[in-house]
């Protein structure tokens, strides 16, 4: 009888327990400021698939924090000992399921010195349009032109689930970089090991390849490129890259091109497809992209000054257009200028069309074609029926802004910029609204919030898919190692 | 007697131990020191779901808690002897276990236990050795131990015992620990650890006299060079060392070095204000260190972003550091709005240094970098004797001309006036405006040195005794790699 008696008090006491251990807000002062917080979440649009929008206040002289989440009759309470407020995966998929397309106010609680803050809510807009659910970016230190320890990693947007598709420290420390995707569906896929014995891993949804994307006639290897909308082809630049120093504080590292041309891999018959105007040797061609329909290929081209590095400050990229035939797999006759840097200033660099073909997303700096040391380089839109093009001043920030890439809906785009810290490059994403407007970019969400602090790897050239690619790092390292490189020709 | 007899074991042991930490204090401290600069542990949920996933994730993670604590002196010969000690003890108690029916049991368990903890001694020893491999020895033992005293074999027991095995892989795992460098004790290194750590200190004093032993090394060099310029005297005693050219007075960043020297790059570039090559020395250097972070290279990105007027990047340096225990403090002051007098006056003649118009250079053009720091602050002192001594090392006496007369015209140095001499003999339309002081003793010199020179066919044998320390011997002798 006893026995029984204490059975029944023991959860009543533990229920007491983790309620004496969970703070309480009481007699809140109100403050009329927003919230401290890493990252910055407030007052944006979140697609209704992204995981849950973990923050921290980052006053060290908080000891327990609290959240109200309101939308119409609706509320979810979360309070939490520390700085972190860090929301279950399982309330959150409850709350945005139920509230997407309704703006939810975020009501935040921060315990200073045993007073509780009440501060100035802020505004959650869950929208219906999804973003791609996976992303893929290098992890890198940014430390400038040299590479130890590098990973490919593809992280699930939906939850915090990631895996390494590629590692370099299963591979004699080699190069790696570039991770693109290609398809309706992000289903195809290529990325670069360099060094010998290494190639392009090329996925298109069958075996992966192990391929030589280079020819006598080329000048170099392939860099950067895109995916044909067929995944028939792709389309590269090759680049002759050198890295010089900035001596002025910040700035720091300059790339540029001392030669660089364009291609096109037919994949299907591993052919190389040069044209004499995008190699041409009085200009810098780079950054080629295919529009969404196939039919052209955007690249950004410069006419070449001298000498390097010293007039770097004098090459100004223009976006340039060129049609693709590729029934026959040809190159088109004529170059025409979309944006031109000697007219309008700056330099383009990166462009990216919209997967519904209304836009060109690219980034302007002052110059050259290396934006991600370029403070002002910031990303702008043009409108490929109208013309015009716009700066994305409500996404940009007064930090790099680049290396973009389209979610498949053409609604969310991702991107790399520093404006956490200066100096690391974290993913960014931003809602594109049907009217062509862009808004407030919020940072990936992370299980913990202090993950960006702590970590000293940046983000590099992250990628919107909608599929989870078929290899991991251990597949990577068996191609890489049993495999020889078919050539192309 | 058979007392005493039986307390030899533990009287040896602590004898042993007492050897041990006074060899690490005394003559081997560096190393210790060093194993703590190159590694970072911070005290956050972060850092334990690292490690949790690892095999051996307990060793590794008590070896990286406690190699923080080799940041002060005395506290890594203390823990190193104590876990040795430890681990000893374990070890003769498993010995002596397993021999219980053996009549030199004691001996034998001893002799074992000597040899255990000695072999990880010399590993210690080590520069990059982990402490981790240590503890899982340790922790093997520990297992082993409680595994032998499992009174009755059962069904039961043997179970247990499996079971707690799997554990102590799980935990413990001193296969997957066993990294880094194994080549014992290394005085050669111990003296360039020592080096550096003064050098971190800025005991400047110390490291030309620690570096005066000429290992005809260029990273001994580097340290000798660096001392003596922060002392305002690079160019009064550059000849009087060994000098390996240009990489002597400021060490390449290549992947050709190693970690260590591609961070000590670092330090002179600090000194002289280029933030953007200390950096990139920085960054490097911890990039390429075995554990691809550091507490040291931290340090110097929070100083470096500070400098810079980059306060978000160096705030995110100085959160970490507010993460550790040794380091926390040094964070707190160094924190915008929280810094004290000493420290905002450091920044501030750090930012004095400055470039203020912006040039770019390619790796390696250290020429560039320096004229750009003097076009910016001619004042900057440390980078005119570097600019000038650099010139002479290389052998270039037409960008010597030119930068004598645009830095440091009139400033007497014996070296400068050698090099002018020289320079005067062959083409004297260099040194159109240039002041040239001299000393009566050098004009003497340089007349019996080309006498001395001519009469015996340049001979370097007749002129070494008398002038193997000045610029014309080295001029005409000495071989550089550029």
């Known amino acids: 009888m006893q026995r029984q008696r204490i059975k029944n008090i023991l959860p009543l006491l533990a229920l007491l327990l983790l309620s004496a251990c969970t703070p309480q807000v009481r007699d809140a002062q109100q403050k009329d400021t927003l919230p401290q917080i890493y990252p910055d979440y407030t007052d944006i649009i979140v697609p209704c698939n992204i995981a849950p929008l973990n923050f921290m206040f980052t006053d060290e002289n908080v000891d327990a924090v609290s959240l109200i989440l309101t939308s119409e009759n609706d509320n979810y309470t979360l309070t939490k000992r520390g700085k972190k407020l860090v929301i279950p995966l399982k309330d959150w998929k409850n709350w945005t399921e139920k509230h997407k397309g309704k703006t939810s106010e975020v009501q935040t609680f921060a315990r200073i010195n045993g007073t509780w803050i009440k501060y100035k809510s802020f ?15 290098r992890l890198i230190e940014p430390g400038f032109e040299v590479w130890n320890a590098l990973q490919i990693e593809e992280r699930c947007i939906e939850n915090f689930d990631s895996k390494i598709l590629a590692d370099n420290s299963l591979m004699q420390t080699r190069c790696m970089n570039c991770h693109i995707h290609g398809g309706d569906k992000g289903q195809y896929s290529f990325f670069y090991l360099r060094g010998e014995g290494g190639g392009t891993i090329l996925n298109r949804g069958k075996d992966l390849r192990k391929v030589a994307l280079k020819n006598d006639q080329m000048s170099g ?28 504080e910040s700035k720091r590292l300059e790339v540029y091109d001392s030669n660089s041309d364009l291609c096109i891999a037919d994949f299907d018959n591993n052919k190389m497809i040069l044209s004499p105007l995008t190699a041409d040797s009085t200009k810098f061609e780079t950054f080629p992209t295919f529009s969404a329909d196939g039919k052209k290929i955007y690249f950004c081209s410069s006419e070449i000054s001298h000498p390097l590095p010293a007039k770097v400050d004098e090459l100004h ?52 074609t290396f934006p991600i040391w370029h403070k002002e380089a910031d990303l702008y839109l043009l409108n490929l029926q109208t013309g015009e093009v ?22 969310w785009f991702a991107f790399a ?46 990628d919107l898919s909608a599929t989870s690619m078929p290899y991991d790092a251990k597949v990577i390292e068996k191609i890489n190692r049993e495999r020889q490189a078919e050539k192309f020709y | 007697m058979k007392k005493l007899a039986g307390n030899i074991p533990f009287i040896l042991a602590i004898l042993i131990s007492l050897a041990c930490f006074c060899f690490f204090f005394f003559y081997y401290p560096y190393h210790l020191f060093y194993k703590e600069q190159i590694s970072l542990f911070l005290l956050s949920d972060q850092t334990f779901f690292l490690y949790f996933p690892k095999a051996g994730w307990l060793s590794q993670l008590t070896g990286d808690f406690l190699t923080q604590y080799f940041y002060y002196i005395g506290a890594g010969p203390a823990i190193l002897t104590a876990l040795l000690l430890l681990l000893g003890v374990l070890c003769y108690k498993c010995v002596e276990k397993l021999l219980q029916r053996f009549r030199w049991k004691k001996a034998v368990a001893f002799i074992i236990a000597a040899l255990v903890s000695g072999l990880e001694f010399w590993l210690q020893c080590s520069s990059t050795y982990p402490l981790s491999s240590t503890i899982s020895v340790l922790g093997v033992f520990l297992v082993v131990y409680i595994v032998l005293n499992f009174r009755k074999l059962n069904i039961w027991t043997t179970l247990s015992g499996v079971l707690l095995l799997g554990i102590g892989i799980w935990m413990f795992c001193p296969f997957s620990t066993f990294q880094g460098e194994k080549e014992g004790v290394n005085l050669r290194l111990e003296k360039f650890f020592a080096l550096d750590t003064e050098t971190n200190f800025g005991h400047w004093q110390k490291v030309e006299m620690l570096s005066e032993e000429d290992l005809g090394n260029y990273v001994n060099s580097y340290y000798h060079n660096l001392s003596l310029a922060m002392q305002g005297k690079l160019a009064d005693g550059l000849l009087d060392y060994y000098q390996a050219g240009e990489k002597s007075l400021l060490l390449p960043v290549a992947q050709t070095e190693t970690h260590f020297s591609i961070f000590a790059a670092n330090e002179v570039w600090f000194q002289m204000g280029d933030m953007t090559m200390a950096e990139h020395a920085a960054i490097l250097g911890m990039i390429f260190s075995p554990n691809h972070s550091s507490f040291r290279a931290i340090k110097r990105l929070a100083e470096i972003n500070l400098i810079q007027g980059e306060e978000k990047a160096a705030a995110k340096y100085l959160h970490m550091l507010s993460k550790s225990s040794c380091y926390k403090t040094w964070a ?16 501030d003649q750090k930012k004095s240094l400055l470039a203020k118009t912006d040039t770019l250079r390619l790796a390696g053009q250290n020429r560039m970098s320096l004229v750009n720091l003097l ?18 090392l290389n052998k270039n006496l037409n960008l010597f001309a030119a930068d004598y007369m645009e830095f440091a015209n009139g400033i007497f140095k014996p070296i400068y006036a050698q090099a002018l001499l020289i320079i005067q003999s062959v083409h004297p339309e260099l040194l159109q405006g240039c002041k040239m002081p001299m000393q009566e003793k050098t004009l003497k010199d340089f007349q019996e040195y080309m006498n001395l020179y001519t009469q015996n066919q340049g001979r370097s044998s007749a002129v070494k005794n008398k002038f193997s320390r000045t610029y014309w011997y080295y001029y005409h002798y000495a071989k550089t790699e550029n």
């Open chain 1, 221 to 248: 290897s392939t860099v950067y490129g895109d995916f044909h909308s067929s995944g028939k082809y792709g389309v590269y630049s090759t680049n002759f890259i050198m890295p010089a120093f900035h001596s002025m």
């Open chain 1, 123 to 137: 505004t959650w807009d869950i929208v219906t349009d999804e973003i791609d659910a996976y992303i893929t970016y």
């Open chain 1, 317 to 368: 990229y223009s976006l340039c257009s060129i049609s693709f035939d590729e029934e026959k797999g040809e190159w088109g006759t004529q170059v025409d200028t979309l944006y031109n840097a000697r007219i309008n200033g700056g330099s383009a660099n990166f462009p990216k069309a919209s997967p519904d073909g209304k836009y060109l997303l690219f980034t302007l700096s002052d110059y050259g």
């Open chain 2, 375 to 392: 076009k910016s602050n001619p004042n900057n002192q440390l980078a005119r004797d570097y600019l000038l001594c650099l010139d002479l």
């Open chain 1, 390 to 411: 716009h700066n994305l001043t409500e996404t940009n920030s007064n930090k790099s802004d680049t290396y973009h890439s389209w979610s498949r809906n053409s609604r």
């Open chain 1, 417 to 462: 910029s520093k404006r956490g810290d200066g100096q690391y490059g974290r993913v960014y994403f931003a809602y594109l609204d049907k009217e062509g407007n862009s808004h407030k970019a919020f940072v990936l969400p992370q299980k913990d919030p202090e993950k960006d602090f702590l970590n000293l790897k940046s983000y590099n050239i992250p």
């Open chain 2, 332 to 347: 707190r002051e160094h924190t915008p709005g929280k810094q004290t007098e000493k420290v905002k006056q450091f920044i």
